[in-house]
């Protein structure tokens, strides 16, 4: 079982910026791809981003693309997600999830090895 706890979120106003982190349990991390999904109750889950397990290939949601920047350190067993230029339309819960070997897509369908509980970010003024 892989752990993942994200943290980070919070209140912030448009235009601001957040960074998420989400920290894994145990050094097999490494053998796994990490996304971050959003969701908002009531609306279908969003892929946001992916990061491959080198850290080498990245792919992004068209709604965050030059405003988001996903980044992986294996040996701190962290993924983050830099968010800037938040707009009220990213306002959602956000966590991380595994796959294995790679990103295979962003699409809602997509199922994880392992989920994050979540964490909470709000952008209002």
């Known amino acids: 079982q892989l752990t993942l706890v994200e943290s980070g979120g919070g209140l912030v106003r448009p235009g601001g910026s957040l960074r998420l982190s989400c920290v894994a349990s145990?050094?097999?991390?490494?053998?796994?791809?990490i996304a971050w999904l959003r969701q908002i109750p009531g609306k279908e889950r969003e892929g946001v981003s992916c990061?491959?397990?080198?850290?080498?290939?990245?792919k992004y949601a068209d709604s965050v693309k030059g405003r988001f920047i996903i980044s992986r350190d294996n040996a701190k067993k962290t993924v983050y997600l830099q968010m800037d230029s938040l707009e009220p339309e990213d306002t959602a819960i956000y966590f991380c999830?595994?796959?294995?070997?790679?990103?295979?897509?962003?699409?809602?369908?997509?199922?994880?090895?392992?989920y994050g509980q979540g964490t909470q970010v709000t952008v209002s003024s």
């Open positions: 145990e050094s097999r991390f490494d053998r796994f791809a």
């Open positions: 990061i491959s397990i080198s850290g080498g290939s990245t």
């Open positions: 999830a595994a796959e294995s070997d790679y990103c295979s897509s962003l699409s809602s369908g997509v199922l994880y090895n392992f």
